[in-house]
């Protein structure tokens, strides 16, 4: 199972709403990612979870806010967004090693729109 | 830092023939990885091929092939018997060697592929 999923597939919401984000993986990766993707544009690393703990932030809005309850389970949590945020949002997930080629896998993303 | 390039926004190819995606990297490391991904419209982004930059050898998937060459840093993806299908976003992107738990892809801004039948 090569598959990373991501719920929900669209997501409208206002501006003083707040909203959860789900990604899941059961290929046994211990690394996961938040992306966010505008369109034609490549994706921007919001988060890195390593061994279920945060260990990058790109510098992103404390309304954005990543949490990994555990090894196959990635959410962001979303409160107080502005419409610039609209985007779509990857998941990605990976093995964990050093001098390893480990490909990250996506997973369809969620588009997400902030009125 | 690392800087991933792909000069052309677009490129067009007839059905059934050769199209080459360029790509050029900017890198003071001597081992990494590189990597094109493919983006159809409203679809899932999926790995088209990878390349070790320790390996000499060309990476070979099918249709897909790449023209590695190290000392001018460049990564070029070459797409043989152009089908349908295979339009879409183009992303090639870089990973650094030893990165163990903070493993970051550094990606190009992306070329829109179209095919035409």
């Known amino acids: 199972d090569t598959e990373v999923t991501q719920t929900p597939k669209h997501l409208v919401m206002g501006m003083t709403n707040k909203k959860s984000l789900k990604c899941e993986q059961h290929?046994?990766?211990?690394?996961m990612y938040w992306y966010k993707q505008k369109a034609k544009k490549p994706p921007e690393l919001m988060f890195v979870?390593?061994?279920?703990?945060?260990?990058i932030n790109e510098s992103v809005p404390s309304r954005f806010s990543p949490e990994c309850p555990n090894s196959s389970l990635l959410n962001l949590h979303l409160h107080a967004l502005q419409p610039e945020d609209s985007a779509l949002y990857l998941c990605?997930?990976?093995?964990?090693?050093?001098?390893?080629?480990?490909?990250?896998?996506f997973g369809p993303g969620t588009r997400l729109t902030v009125t | 830092a690392q800087t991933v390039t792909q000069s052309q926004p677009e490129m067009s190819v007839q059905e059934a023939e050769t199209v080459t995606l360029s790509c050029t990297y900017d890198?003071?490391?001597?081992?990494?990885?590189l990597f094109w991904y493919k983006q159809p419209p409203s679809r899932q982004m999926i790995l088209v091929i990878r390349?070790?930059?320790?390996?000499?050898q060309n990476a070979t998937e099918n249709r897909f092939s790449v023209n590695f060459q190290k000392a001018a840093k460049s990564f070029s993806l070459k797409i043989s018997d152009s089908q349908l299908g295979d339009a879409a976003m183009y992303f090639c992107?870089?990973?650094?060697?030893?990165?163990?738990?903070?493993?970051?892809?550094?990606f190009g801004k992306g070329i829109t592929l179209s095919v035409r039948p």
């Open positions: 290929m046994g990766h211990r690394a």
């Open positions: 390349q070790e930059a320790y390996k000499q």
């Open positions: 990605a997930s990976s093995q964990i090693g050093t001098s390893e080629l480990y490909e990250q896998y």
């Open positions: 979870y390593s061994y279920e703990k945060l260990s």
């Open positions: 992107a870089y990973r650094s060697f030893d990165t163990g738990a903070n493993s970051k892809l550094t």
């Open positions: 890198t003071s490391e001597s081992d990494y990885y």
